[in-house]
């Protein structure tokens, strides 16, 4: 075994590039074992959890670049540690033209796109509010990537912005799409009428790809991160974007997404809502329709409804049918139950979009008894310890006790292969739920990436004498680059059963397990 840890001083990547980065290189034969990364307080705890740090790595700054490699041989430690130096150095090939192109500095960035009016900003958390701060002084909209910013900066950058007549998405925020453009995370979608605010990341993603699948199209998608409609930040971001969208010629429907709000921002959202004209769409996730319908708005009970009334309500003339199970799902929901052992009784769900877990929890809890996920609010559903339970669990593996210092597992599925493989050995098991993101940021095969573990799930269970049923959505469109029809058919290939929706997901499992 070959390990070394080098530190490179004053060399700065962001953190998306790095965790990608990271990610292909334990892919590696001979690898056991990466951490690429920016010299942060984490980012070394991270380097002693899997006993890689060194004296040197943990006297280094949040400047500086750290290469650490745990390789079978001196060869593949070499080939992996060349491989690095390719992959960066990519940013600053083509004889020095690329260079040119990648400013490193806001400042540097302006001074060379004059007509620049938005910034993407991912730098380690504790450096996140002062580059925000630049770009609002310099009349710059702001996406903000970063995490670890804390909620008295979150607000006093979002009351600056709003002063100032900006946005600021974020701190957090994973995706968006302003004027057809995927920003992060995001899915490649048709250009329509529909405009869309999010709380939430991957229920914005499953609302746009739901919208594009009937027929319909995205005007503007903007993230406003998850904390905005706390009590302590009062929806600055979702107000402004509603004030935004409402000016803008190209919107015809507003549609609001968020995990549950706080009720008193929930209130001030709603009498916002009942002073405009444009229709509004709501899926507050555990939201009061009544209260919606009260202010004149339409209640999207899940992410699949709130897509399908958006649509109807973007083109009078549509009308969409209701998504019943096909002929050939309700079969193998019954193909399902039918190989499932009396003591066979609970789902694991793992999930690397949140808002979709929180989506299935608010499904699933009364369908199966004594639920419990990391994403639950209410105590009696709220998971003490993420790594020992027995019962009905769903996990967002996208949480940071999972993530920290380590790629999301919609780009490094990494932590969801160990979990598959260790829920197939609770005997108990029935069901494993997952879900695949697909579009810009995400991994380039998230099922391929998978079907090994699923493969070896299936024979652990075969070799006691057991079956367990996987059961799957993918949130994507076809115009992703990932291509949705050949992630679809290697799952079903595998024996996994592929809903269309996160919510018939959810269903299906509900009714295997009946």
Not at 230 to 246: D, H, P, Y
Not at 457 to 476: L, P, T
């Amino acid at each position: 075994m070959v390990s070394n840890t080098v530190i490179r001083q004053n060399s700065y990547y962001d953190s998306v590039t790095l965790m990608s980065l990271s990610s292909k290189i334990t892919d590696l034969e001979g690898i056991e074992d990466a951490v690429i990364s920016m010299g942060t307080d984490m980012n070394k705890e991270l380097l002693q959890n899997v006993g890689l740090d060194t004296e040197e790595s943990m006297n280094s700054k949040g400047s500086d670049l750290i290469i650490a490699i745990k390789a079978d041989n001196q060869e593949s430690y070499e080939k992996a540690y060349k491989k690095v130096d390719e992959l960066l150095n990519y940013k600053n090939s083509d004889n020095g033209e690329r260079e040119k192109k990648n400013p490193k500095t806001i400042s540097d960035a302006i001074n060379r796109i004059e007509e620049a009016n938005m910034v993407v900003i991912s730098v380690p958390g504790e450096y996140a509010a002062r580059e925000v701060d630049k770009a609002l002084d310099n009349n710059l909209h702001v996406m903000l990537f970063s995490d670890n910013v804390s909620i008295e900066d979150e607000v006093r950058l979002k009351k600056k912005a709003r002063d100032k007549g900006l946005l600021v998405m974020g701190p957090d925020c994973g995706t968006a799409s302003i004027n057809n453009t995927g920003l992060c995370f995001s899915n490649k979608v048709n250009e329509g009428n529909i405009g869309l605010v999010a709380a939430s990341g991957t229920g914005l993603q499953e609302v746009m790809v739901q919208i594009d699948r009937l027929g319909g199209g995205i005007s503007q998608a903007i993230g406003t991160g998850g904390r905005d409609l706390k009590e302590e930040v009062g929806g600055i971001m979702m107000l402004e974007s509603i004030n935004a969208l409402e000016k803008d010629n190209s919107t015809d429907v507003i549609v609001l997404i968020s995990k549950p709000p706080a009720k008193s921002v929930e209130k001030k959202i709603l009498e916002r809502v009942s002073e405009i004209d444009t229709p509004v769409v709501v899926s507050f996730i555990e939201g009061d329709s009544k209260e919606v319908e009260k202010v004149g708005a339409t209640f999207g009970y899940n992410l699949y409804d709130t897509a399908k009334k958006a649509v109807e309500l973007s083109d009078k003339n549509k009308k969409i049918d209701t998504n019943e199970n096909s002929n050939e799902l309700k079969q193998q929901i019954i193909d399902g139950k039918e190989k499932l052992k009396d003591g066979q009784k609970y789902v694991r769900g793992l999930y690397g979009g949140g808002t979709l877990c929180a989506e299935s929890l608010s499904i699933l809890r009364d369908k199966l008894d004594g639920i419990k996920s990391n994403v639950a609010k209410g105590d009696e559903e709220k998971l003490e310890n993420v790594e020992d339970y027995l019962g009905n669990v769903l996990l967002d593996l996208g949480e940071d006790e999972f993530t920290q210092g380590r790629p999301h597992p919609m780009i490094d599925p990494t932590i969801r292969l160990s979990k598959i493989k260790k829920e197939v050995k609770d005997e108990s098991v029935g069901v494993i739920l997952l879900d695949f993101e697909l579009g810009y940021g995400s991994h380039e095969n998230p099922v391929g990436a998978t079907l090994p573990a699923i493969e070896e799930a299936k024979q652990i269970a075969k070799d006691n004498n057991r079956e367990v049923i996987f059961v799957a959505y993918i949130c994507g469109t076809d115009k992703d680059k990932q291509n949705l029809d050949k992630q679809t058919k290697m799952l079903k290939d595998a024996g996994v059963i592929v809903a269309d929706s996160n919510v018939q997901a959810a269903n299906t499992v509900a009714e295997i397990l009946a």
